[in-house]
């Protein structure tokens, strides 16, 4: 007998738990195939089939034959947040395709606020001094209650963020496209607002999506509008802050802080991690390998909500988190 | 004619700022003095009117021959919230000493978080490994959500750093005292729950005064009761853990992480900073020169609460954080 449920594709090899999540979530009103569970010959035939794509990095899981191969498709589940290194001309311009967001946004959000409080608080400097032997014990350090915290961008990972922040008595100036908010903010409006919120904040949080828009957003004048004791924070993608600008700006105000938690040049995006300047030789950097999601469970949460929302599309229902236009890089 | 107006002695020097406070807090009721504005007859003259002794670090700024001329003193006002460091010894046993317990709890709570959270990212570690050439992108950090946060002495301190830690969703577990607390806590119980907190916690907290209970008391045994990746945080005093112990323990175990923020020999303390084993060139330690503190307004809210606890005794009423016989060494 030839199945007649709807074949669902996972282009990646999850580990057992995850693979545990998609056969839960999915149910068995589906056919669920992992790739890596097939000859080459039955990927070939399940090509044909599949009606769900599942992917964790389709710029290495995915060949163009493939897509070319999957004439039934009708919906792609992306397992990640960010979508910018996947590649989208590869899929008919119609065909619905629905990124994670959010599914990384709690443990992102915690890391966006230990960055913050190392460099609010010294602790490289004068981890680093201490080295030296200087004991600066009466050298003021920053509190976060009171600062004023600018969160470009208040999708999944800004708004937990916020929340986060909100805790330790900061407060929230958010930028977003609609310039509306149902959380509790002291400002929030849309990126024409963004010279009077860059003036006015201790701290900057980089959150957004990477688009045409998004792409080299600060610059050396954005850089220049902020304080000059700012600490930046960017979870999101190197693009969006001008690579040269930020390094200059870096050397010229020590007391400015940036905490780089994602790069121009990533191995998952381009194959290899490269930047253009000594960034990790400065005192007024916290570097991290974009390793903020990496918490244990979260691959499994991803999995989880990811099957969860293909789950929504099989059933006829509008799934969450699909691309817009600007995304597609319409 | 010769003021009846009961004399208030600052031994230290403080800034402007704090001098406004102190004439702010105690008002016009009092002869408000600063031994730094007085020539050295005019010291000798106002030690034996002095009512009221406040003073930063005794250690340096008051001599024994000092303390013996205060033929009328009635209350001591230290503006520390430590205060083993204080040679209490040179008061009456019966003469009312107030610490400034609590004053720095809400920066040093934060201070605490800071360094925890540098230690559940990993950022020293993975900043030193990008150095290196190394981006560990999927090597797993921890998410301060749903942990255990043992706090070793719930006062001030600690409580405020309880609150914190919940707002990011750990469970708290506290020892003080008494064994009870009003706030929101999963376990509260005295020392004789050490054993249990310790072998439960990812995080352990460690704010208790420094007293002949509590000196050593976290020694190898008590490490070993801990996770093997569990973070000690010091903020209290160095001599509550075993220092050969500690170092040994860090040694041993590398995924066991040690913030400090306090130390063994200390300037303010002892002269000079010192350690006996190189703790600062541990990957697993990060250190801080004990200036969880030193936030801007700090110095000047330590003068104001101390200045409103003397005019507390002026007026006759109970003052705060009057010293206990343990904290005096009884």
Redesign the interface.
Known sequence: MITTLPCVLVAHDPPPDARAAFRQELGSGCELLFRSDLAPAEWDAARARARVLIAQNPRIEIAAEDVAAMTSLGFVQLLTAGVDHVPLHLFPRDLPIASNAGAFA??MA??V???T??A??R??V??R???EG????????????GAVCAILGFGGVGRAAAR?FR??GAEIHAINRGGETAEEVAFVGTLAALEDVLRRADIVVVSLSLTATTAGLIGAGELGWMKDDAILVNVARGEIVDQDALYRHLVENERFFACLESWWI???RHGR?SIAHPF??LPNV???????A???GAQLEAARRGARNARRWLDGKAPSNLLGADERGA
């Not at 600066?136 to 209650?145: G, W």
């Open positions: 709690e443990p915690e890391f606020l230990a960055m409080l190392a609010a608080k602790l490289p004068e981890h001094e201490m080295r200087r004991f600066n014990q009466f050298v003021a350090n920053r509190t976060l209650d986060l805790a330790l990533e191995p998952v991690f990790l030789d916290i570097a991290a390998p974009h390793n903020s990496s918490v244990p």
